[in-house]
């Protein structure tokens, strides 16, 4: 599910009002509706951050944690409140990373069907705008790398680390994994691209 970070409030469970980009690595909702989260941003300084979230109403504690990497305490806005509560009240799980970055928030949820459905028909009125399904699936239990792609791409990947496509030096070309899995050399190439452009970018987070 993504969150448009131009609902403001809508998205205030990421601490960093810059629209960096990175992801929420750890997240603990307190008694008290605060949250616990240990961010972690891909190329900004974690000492700009910090430093940007020392006037932050909203910010009840922070530290720097390494180059990348903030622990904050924070208050979200009653949005977030509201969604998170709903987690509590069907039953689901919110997994992590949460990724973030100027425009969205991606979060993954885990839970049985019916109970994700009710859980976006309660979903607040101002909220359904900001908000949308990006893909319905089975967990697998797979990494996070992995289950990012499709059954197809999973089997291309498969197809093109057991050609050695990825050793290093490259021992094949688009072309022969394009014949070890009976497609045409444009449609290898398109697999491929679509599986690096989706697993390379998880990885500098």
Same mark, same amino acid.
């Given at each position: ?80 409140? !509201?969604l998170l509560a ?32 009710? !859980? ?27 289950? !990012? ?52 970018p998880r990885l !500098?987070?």
């Amino acid at each position: 599910m993504t969150v448009g970070r131009s609902g403001g409030d809508a998205a205030r469970l990421v601490p960093d009002r810059e629209g960096r980009r990175g992801t929420i690595r750890t997240l603990h909702v307190c008694p008290d509706e605060s949250v616990l989260e240990l961010c972690r941003f891909a190329e900004a300084d974690a000492r700009d951050v910090a430093a940007a979230l020392d006037g932050d109403e909203d910010v009840r504690d922070h530290a720097v944690v390494d180059e990348r990497t903030v622990y904050v305490h924070l208050v979200p806005g009653a949005r977030v409140r !509201a969604l998170l509560a709903l987690l509590v009240s069907h039953h689901l799980l919110l997994d992590t990373p949460v990724r973030f970055d100027a425009e969205r928030v991606t979060v993954t949820l885990l839970g049985r069907a019916r109970h994700i459905t009710a !859980a976006a028909d309660d979903l607040p009125d101002g909220a359904r705008a900001d908000m949308c399904v990006e893909r319905l699936a089975e967990y697998t239990g797979e990494d996070d790398l992995r289950a !990012a792609l499709t059954d197809r791409q999973r089997e291309v990947l498969d197809a093109a680390v057991a050609a050695g496509y990825y050793e290093d030096p490259r021992g094949v070309t688009v072309a022969d994994v394009a014949d070890a899995l009976g497609v045409s050399v444009s449609t290898a190439s398109e697999h491929l691209r679509k599986i690096e452009a989706r697993v390379l970018p998880r990885l !500098a987070t």
